[in-house]
């Protein structure tokens, strides 16, 4: 534990998030330009023992991540603001390499989970199940089309707050999607994007465990979790460590 720890402090020093503003601030009527995204916070991510890609055991990380994701949920339903939740959906006969098989259809693992389950009926919510890890490419409909695109088009949002699971995966892939197609003028009028440091996690796999495992790769969460952070905002992105309401 102690050498871990002392890697982890070596890498947030050699690769520093820095400070671009902390805290994201929301006034009263920022429902008018900000939305919020979350990034499959499903049972077969989030719950224990769900699935061959969920926690086998309590995760303080991951637990931290779903409480903060339905506490900002709550803000911007009661308030009418808009959400979009992807939710990674697969069907048994498409497998998603390296992975195993997660989250197929029916399992109950596609499903948000319970903290959120209730979100399922705000009419705030517009949902998307996607089927690839980036969820700015599952938008895309069969006409070309793309959910996500339209969802900012419509609410005429300027700025996502994006919270979820996996901060290095995912919710990396999103963001950077997101990014370059903002830059090429693909979501209009979408202006920034916020990833929530607390609101974001990922998985757990020690190299120890790893190494008894055909084709595992180490995942120490900690460190992949600020590297996830790091890219995101190498990419343009705004990391904020708290977001604080006006009444």
């Excluded at 520093?16 to 902390?22: A, I, S």
């Excluded at 803000?75 to 006969?93: C, E, Q, V």
């Excluded at 950077?176 to 440091?197: H, K």
């Amino acid at each position: 534990m102690g050498s871990e720890t002392r890697a982890i402090d070596a890498l947030r020093s050699a690769v520093p998030l820095g400070g671009d503003g902390d805290v994201l601030h929301l006034a009263a009527d920022a429902g008018r330009t900000v939305g919020l995204v979350l990034v499959d916070i499903v049972n077969g991510f989030c719950t224990v023992g769900a699935g061959n890609l969920a926690p086998t055991e309590p995760n303080e990380q991951i637990e931290t991540m779903v409480e903060e994701a339905a506490k900002l949920a709550k803000i911007f339903s009661d308030r009418n603001w808009p959400i979009f939740a992807f939710l990674d959906t697969h069907y048994p006969d498409k497998p998603e390499p390296p992975y195993p098989p997660h989250c197929i259809i029916g399992s109950g693992e596609e499903n948000l989970v319970p903290a959120l389950e209730w979100l399922e009926k705000s009419p705030s919510l517009t949902a998307r199940r996607k089927d690839c890890i980036n969820g700015f490419i599952g938008s895309i409909e069969k006409d070309g089309s793309n959910v996500f695109s339209n969802w900012v088009k419509k609410y005429e949002i300027k700025t996502v707050l994006v919270l979820g699971i996996c901060t290095d995966v995912c919710v990396l892939d999103f963001v950077c999607g997101t990014l370059s197609a903002r830059n090429i003028g693909l979501v209009p009028p979408l202006e920034d994007v916020v990833v929530y440091s607390r609101g974001c996690a990922t998985y757990d796999l020690p190299v120890q465990i790893a190494r008894n495992m055909k084709g595992a790769l180490a995942h120490p969460q900690d460190l992949l979790h600020h590297m996830g952070l790091y890219m995101v905002k190498s990419r343009g992105a705004r990391v904020v460590h708290e977001v604080s309401f006006s009444s």
